[in-house]
């Protein structure tokens, strides 16, 4: 049976694995489209329980007709309703924005706040939200626990927690805060292409030697390379 992994070995073995994921993913950034903190805070909420590529459709026509909280906060219902409908979950979702932007207007004078402890007090906004815009709208460094963060987080034996807090607090303390934001990104882009939930693709995998579960999907290159998705394929 192994020795058990030091604590300084498994810092050493999170940020080799985060190295090889910057050079395997140089482009790795936000896939949600937004030009303001406004539109980040939106697309977010909006991003539940769908996919990014589906609220980057609608964006334009959304923001079109709501530019700020102040306009979306006096939205009538039902056409705000048609514009987030093949979003899915249209009307919590719908209700959610409503409440936001009104908070907004409220409390923030229209303006999404850059601090942790006022995001997460609009409605509709989690801590993964909140280090959503945090990360990319202020440059304030946070972890997005989403489900993809969560999954290879554990399948990378960095953590055995399964609550996003208590993943997010024991992940970044492998890490220097500055690079937070990015290690969110090229995770859930790792997550996305590769080591995905059923059948990871294990065998084409560049930090498979640094991974406790290597093995979990096929080590065949050839079979693993299929289960690889590109841009074109995802």
Known sequence: MPDP???TALVRRARKTDRV???????ARCELDFEDPFQLLVVTVLSAQTTDRRVNAVRPTLFA???DAPSMAAADRARLEEIVGPLGFFRAKTESLLKLSAHLVEHHDGQVPPRLVDLVKLPGVGRKTANVV???AFDVPGITVDTHFGRLARRLGWTEETDPVKVEHAVGALFPKKDWTMLSHRLIWHGRRRCHAQRPACGACPVARWCPSYGEGPTDPETA??????????
Do not use: F
Not at 21 to 27: D, K, N, S, V
Not at 225 to 234: C, F, G, P, Q, S
């Open 5 to 7: 992994e030091t604590p």
């Open 21 to 27: 994921l910057a050079e395997t993913y140089p482009e």
């Open 225 to 234: 390379a299929k289960l690889v998705k590109t841009e074109a394929r995802r």
């Open 65 to 67: 007709a709501y530019p």
């Open 134 to 136: 945090l990360g990319n």
